[in-house]
Structure formats: structure tokens, C-alpha cells
């Protein structure tokens, strides 16, 4: 099935590249992005201040790409989801592009196994069923052109969890 749905820590899973909620600056932050920085080493922020160097970070909706450093991916892929504002500043279309880049950029990578967290979900307070509902509806479309990547999303809590649950069953 070419998408899986797991509840879990991200870090640990098995895959071509694991997808990291980052923030514009690419230099760690908390939550998913903190724990991928803590378990990835010091290359991947190595590599990260290298694209801050080249390009000046990552604008919100776009992503890059590192080499995975400790964890049991080959890559990591950094996108930046929207802060939930009220819904008025286009987080809709920032998320989906968030989920779009991180897939085209795994598709130039030859990544065939792509885990993802909840991007914006937490600290940023995107609401938690329409962001689910964006992410899987835009994994879908993607998919249908290309069909030979796995896609899993990693929920770190219970009500995501259920949230894509509901939506992938």
C-alpha cells in the first residue's frame, strides 16, 4: 500500500528520507525538528547552515534536502508548514506546497519509502483535521503520477493518529 500510517518517533523509522517540520532558519528548533537535530548528529546542521549560507534558509511551503546524518534514513528532508493565523493568509495552499515540495524533492532524490510527520500541527497550531486532510489529499494527487514511492505518516499522538486514520480508511 503506498501509504502507511504509524503512531510513533519518527527518528526511528526506516525509510529513504523522513521529513522534518522545520522552521525558516534551519537551524532546530523543538518538537519533530528538535528531535531529528538531536538524533540526526551535528551533519545535519552542518548541511543546514550550509543552505543558510547558499540560499538564506527555506521560505515557508518550500523544502531541502540533507543528508540524514545518525538516523536510519538516508536523507532528511526539511520543509517549513505555515503558522495558523486564522486561515486568511493562504496556510492552506503554504501547507499543501509544503507537502507537494517535500514529495517532488524525494522524487528527484530517487526516494522510493518517505515517512512524515504532522507538519505545522504543533507549536505553529494548524488545526489538527484540516491539516490531516490537506497532507493526505495532496499525497494522493501526487501519487497518481507517482506510483513507486511509499509514503507513511508517523503520528506522534493519539488524535492525529485517529484523525488520518479515519481519513486513510
Known amino acids: 500500500m503506498p501509504i502507511q500510517l504509524i503512531q510513533g518517533d519518527i527518528t526511528k523509522i526506516e525509510v529513504d528520507a523522513i521529513v522534518n ?5 534551519l ?8 528531535a531529528i537535530h538531536r538524533n540526526g548528529g551535528p551533519v545535519i546542521l552542518e548541511e543546514c547552515r550550509k543552505i543558510r549560507a547558499k540560499q538564506g534558509g527555506c521560505p ?8 540524514a546524518g545518525k538516523l536510519p534514513a538516508k536523507y532528511v528532508i526539511h520543509t517549513v508548514g505555515p503558522v495558523w493565523t486564522g486561515g486568511g493568509n493562504n496556510e492552506a495552499v503554504l501547507l499543501k506546497n509544503a507537502y507537494w515540495n517535500s514529495l517532488s524533492l524525494g522524487r528527484e532524490y530517487n526516494v522510493h519509502s518517505m515517512a512524515f510527520p504532522n507538519i505545522s500541527t504543533g507549536i505553529y497550531g494548524f488545526p489538527k483535521a484540516e491539516a490531516a486532510e490537506i497532507a493526505i489529499d495532496t499525497t494522493k494527487a501526487f501519487l497518481k503520477d507517482v506510483n513507486e514511492m511509499e509514503i507513511i505518516f508517523v503520528c506522534f499522538d493519539v ?11
Do not use: C, P
Not at 517540520?21 to 532558519?25: D, E, L, R, V
Not at 537551524?27 to 528538535?34: A, M, N, T
Not at 515557508?60 to 543528508?67: N, S, W
Open 159 to 169: 488524535e492525529n493518529f485517529d484523525l488520518y486514520d479515519q481519513l486513510i480508511n
Open 27 to 34: 537551524l532546530g528548533g523543538g518538537g519533530v525538528d528538535g
Open 21 to 25: 517540520a522545520a522552521n525558516s532558519s
Open 60 to 67: 515557508t511551503g518550500e523544502a531541502v534536502i540533507t543528508t
